[in-house]
Structure formats: C-alpha cells, structure tokens
C-alpha cells in the first residue's frame, strides 16, 4: 500500500509538471485578415430612412346643414384647384334669400317716406314753424331706418355666402382619396367625417428624423443652397432626386433628434404618402477621414474597440466611430495612417495574443493529420 502511494504521487507530481510547461508554452498564433487604416476624402453623406408625406392635405368638409345633390368627380381623381366637387341642395337657402330681398324692398321704402319726412321737418324748424321735439323725432326715425335697410342688405349678403357653401370646389390641386358621402346623403357643417380628403403630391414632401449631430452640416449645407436628397424605394434601382428644404427650429430633449423635410417634383407620382424610402443627403465632402473597413470594429461593454497588429502581437485599442458608409467606418482615436487592423479573426483574440496574418484571398491554413498519411516504412520482419 505504500508502494502505490509512492508511485501516484509521484505520477501526479511529474504530471502536473508537464502541464506547467505546455502551459507556458504559449498557443499557437491565431490565423487573422488585416487592413492599414487609410486617410480618405469621403463624401459627406446622411443616409435615413423617410416617411412621405404630402405637401398640402385638406379635409373637405361642408359649411352649411344640407343634402348631397350632385358629386363631379370619382375615387382617387385628379383634381384641379377650383374644379367643382360637390354640389348640395339650395332651395332652403333661396327660399330665404327672397324672403329677405323683400324685406330689403319694404325696409327701402319705409326709408323713403322717413327721408321725406325729416326734410319736411327740417324746412319747418328752419321757418320757425317746427317743435325742435318734433324735428328730433323726424331726424330719428330717418336715422333708425337707415341702419334697418343697412341691417337687410347685411342679411341678403349673408344669405348669398350661404348659397355659395353649397358649390363645394377644389381648394388645391391634387387627388382625391374616397368619397365618404355620396349623393342623397345629408351633411352637417363641420362634421368630424370628411366627405373627402384631398392630398397634394406633386410636388411631395418626405419627412426625416435625424440626430442632433447632423444639425450643424445640415445647416451649413442649407447656407450654401438646398442640399440634393436622393430616395430610394424598396425594389427600385432608380432613385427619385429632391431637394432638402426644412429644417425644424427646436430638437426634441427626449430623443435628442429634430426633423427635416425634403421636397421631390415627383412628376411620375413614383412617390405615394405614406411610403418609406431611403433617403441620401448630399451634405459635401469630409476630407482627411481615417477609414478602416466595418468589420474591424468590436463592441464591448466599454464601448468599441479594434485590435491593432504590430510585431506579430495584437493590442486592444479603444475607437469611436463618427459613421459608416458602404461598409467604411470613419474612426476616431489613438492610432494613425498606415497602422493595421485586424478585419477577420478577432472573434477569440485577448489583448497581447500572437497572430499570423493571412491575406483575405488565401485558404485558411489547416492541422495536418499524420493519421492519414501513407506509412513508407519497410516492414521490420522476424
């Protein structure tokens, strides 16, 4: 028993033994791709995703209490400004529009025979055959009648305002939506249903969020002109060409980003509201940007970082990256033009670990298996 205590320890003595050295040892270098951090001239591009949304939109509502007489037009026309939409019944409007008119005559009238009587008044008072009481009487009831008949013209101009809300027209050029209400259908005035809504797309307007940073290029880029922005619709290589026209006056604290607005011709109606697209806004150039490909940035909880190769070793560098663009990072940071980065290869690496660089085109090198290889020893026979 003692014997076999003797022999494990010593087994597990020599073995742990062997352990330190391999460990020590070191792995062996990790197969990586690199590329040298590049200084560019880039072209200074915000890309966001905008909603469309049309350049003037009105809900066509009645003015007055009616029925629908006649609709000029169907789902989704054209229409041009001042184009007749809807016409609705008039007959009580013209019923009370003569009732007035007549007034107006008898109001006219009455206003004759006080005139009449005031200058009789006045001629008497003037020749000492007048009451000043009965003259003062004379003067206001021709004063009262002249307001009254200004009161029924007011009310005859009034009434024909009224008639003229039952032509409904076209207040801005554009296309209709659906018809709510059709004919026969009575109205309210002001109703909260619309009898349609109006949109004007040509031209048309997409509507982008973007970040505060942006604000100070995009303003510069207004100051020089309105800036191009080119969109994009899904599934469709030609882009539509716009310019960039709006930007709003206050950013939003909770998001920390402001909107802006681009308008498009749109002649082609390729544009719709309500479409997403892609928007590119052509802000300049920014010369001098450090780039490295996208695939060298890492992130962590610290934030990103990239591993830089120099001598065979890797070092965990912190960086920022201002934006990307196809693919290229513009980075920030503590390295310079010419230091090279690892782009493939980084998923396992810790700071300090060797590497052996590979170019991107070349086969990753593999472990030969000697299991597999054709023993060309002659057989040792007895």
Not at 1 to 24: E, P, R
Not at 209 to 235: C, D, F, H, W
Not at 352 to 381: Q, T
Request: aromatic share 6%; charged share 25%.
């Amino acid at each position: 028993m003692v014997m076999l205590a003797l022999v494990g320890g010593g087994w597990f003595y020599f073995s742990g033994k062997s352990a330190d050295k391999t460990k020590g040892a070191g792995a062996p270098p990790v197969n990586v791709v690199t590329a040298a951090i590049e200084e560019k001239n880039l072209p200074l591009d915000l890309k966001v995703v905008g909603n469309v949304v049309p350049n003037q939109s009105v809900a066509i509502k009645s003015r007055i209490d009616s029925a629908i007489m006649e609709v000029h037009f169907k789902d989704g026309d054209e229409v041009k400004k001042g184009d007749t939409l809807f016409v609705l019944d008039r007959r009580t409007l013209e019923s009370q529009l003569q009732s007035l008119q007549s007034n107006l005559v008898r109001d006219r009238a009455l206003l004759e025979d006080a005139r009449l009587k005031f200058n009789r008044s006045k001629d008497l008072k003037n020749k000492g055959y007048e009451t000043t009481a009965n003259f003062d009487t004379a003067k206001a009831t021709y004063e009262g009648q002249r307001a009254a008949v200004a009161v029924a013209q007011a009310a005859i101009d009034s009434a024909n305002v009224q008639l003229g809300y039952t032509v409904i027209a076209a207040p801005i050029d554009g296309r209709a939506g659906t018809i709510n209400l059709t004919i026969g259908n009575n109205v309210k005035a002001n109703d909260t249903q619309p009898l349609v809504t109006i949109n004007e797309i040509k031209p048309i307007r997409a509507q982008l969020v973007v970040p505060q940073t942006y604000l100070a290029p995009l303003r510069k880029a207004m100051s020089a002109g309105a800036p191009e922005v080119q969109a994009v619709i899904n599934n469709d290589n030609q882009p539509v060409m716009g310019k960039l026209t709006y930007i709003d006056n206050e950013i939003d604290a909770a998001s920390g980003t402001f909107v802006a607005r681009a308008t498009f011709e749109n002649l082609d109606e390729r544009l719709w509201p309500g479409m997403f697209v892609n928007l590119t806004v052509r802000l300049g150039s920014e010369d001098g940007a450090l780039c490295i490909p996208e695939t060298a940035i890492q992130h962590g909880q610290s934030g990103d970082y990239m591993f830089i190769v120099s001598g065979g070793k890797v070092a965990k560098v912190p960086v920022t990256v201002t934006r990307t663009m196809d693919g290229i990072a513009v980075i920030t940071g503590n390295f310079k033009t010419g230091d090279v980065a690892i782009v493939d290869g980084a998923m396992t690496l810790k700071d300090g670990d060797n590497v052996s660089v590979r170019y991107p085109d070349a086969p990753e090198e593999k472990p030969i298996d000697k299991s597999a290889e054709p023993n060309d020893k002659p057989e040792h026979k007895q």
